[in-house]
């Protein structure tokens, strides 16, 4: 029932910018982690950033003082502001939520469809 929608992917240029979206539905008591990964054909997917509903964020070492992760908490929406895209950036862009849909409950991860990203050199 839980569902993530991303949206901004597409094709750009080096050096170009992107934002990528994500909003989650469904039934939700509260979302403690939404981030973003990446994956390349036949690599596994891979930590971009993160996000706490405090705001505390972390990156991979590659996107550093490039990507810049922010969430909604009122619209469950994370975004992805990319900026001096890479052609190795280019990648399957997936939204993660790590998530209760009940309380008490465990946390689950929920991963949306994914969003093609591809930088042209």
């Known amino acids: 029932q839980v569902q993530l929608v991303e949206s901004g992917g597409g094709l750009v240029q080096a050096g170009g910018s992107l934002r990528l979206s994500c909003a989650a539905s469904g039934t939700i008591f509260s979302i403690n982690l939404m981030g973003w990964y990446r994956q390349a054909p036949g690599k596994q997917r891979e930590l971009v950033a993160t996000?706490?509903?405090?705001?505390?964020?972390n990156y991979a070492d590659s996107v550093k003082g490039r990507f810049t992760i922010s969430r909604d908490n009122a619209k469950n929406t994370v975004y992805l502001q990319m900026n001096s895209l890479k052609p190795d950036d280019t990648d399957v862009y997936y939204c993660?939520?790590?998530?209760?849909?009940?309380?008490?409950?465990?946390?689950?991860?929920?991963w949306g469809q994914g969003t093609q990203v591809t930088v042209s050199s």
């Open positions: 996000i706490t509903s405090g705001g505390s964020t």
């Open positions: 993660n939520a790590v998530l209760r849909t009940i309380v008490p409950g465990p946390h689950y991860n929920y």
